[in-house]
């Protein structure tokens, strides 16, 4: 997978129809190795603004720990839902020490054909906006399994992603970025003789 740089920019991967999931998918892998996508407020500000947050002006100084914790917790509490096993107590505590900040008010909005959930605050701040991330990840692990979490079939991929397909049967964290790797190396290994 590739992740390219512009203007000191990583480019972020938005493939997971949620956003709590996307915030899981900013530690990648490549060459067989974790690799970090954000590694200083800078880059969790870039990636803020890629997923379309409106935050706050002037954030004050805030400590990348807090954004690893929270980050780390989700991903042990998505890999539960998906293994159907216990919530891990230590996980559970750090989404509700954030869960305490998602913006209460809210309004409907009308976004692309699509109605959305928004806070009434237009601008957030970065408690605020860990406390929307944690409030959509506890709206997924409270959920049904009618739109299962699910890890990218790739062996060469650990991102996530909220299945909202029709027939749950989707495979790929995206088809531009493994699923048609996979279709190409399979055409090419049944094409040789």
């Known amino acids: 997978m590739m992740v390219s740089m512009i203007n000191n920019k990583p480019t ?20 067989q190795a974790a690799y970090e996508l954000i590694n200083n407020p800078a880059e969790f500000l870039f990636w803020a603004a890629d997923a379309g947050a409106k935050l706050q002006a002037n954030q004050p100084a805030f400590e990348m720990q807090a954004i690893y914790h929270l980050r780390r917790a ?34 409907l909005l009308l976004v692309a054909q699509e109605m959305l959930l928004q806070p009434v605050n237009s601008q957030l701040s970065i408690a605020g906006f860990l406390g929307e991330i944690a409030h ?58």
């Open 136 to 193: 959509q990840a506890a709206q997924v692990l409270i959920s049904a399994n009618k739109q299962p979490i699910k890890s990218c079939a790739s062996e060469k991929c650990i991102l996530m992603f909220l299945d909202t397909s029709r027939s749950k049967k989707r495979r790929w964290c995206s088809m531009d970025l493994c699923g048609n790797r996979a279709k190409a190396a399979a055409f090419y290994q049944a094409a040789k003789p």
């Open 12 to 31: 972020f991967y938005f493939v997971a129809n949620n956003l709590a999931i996307d915030f899981v998918n900013t530690t990648i892998q490549k060459q």
């Open 74 to 107: 989700l991903k042990t509490l998505f890999e539960a839902k998906m293994q159907n096993i216990t919530f891990p107590e230590p996980d559970l505590a750090i989404l509700n020490q954030h869960l305490i900040n998602a913006p209460v008010q809210q309004k």
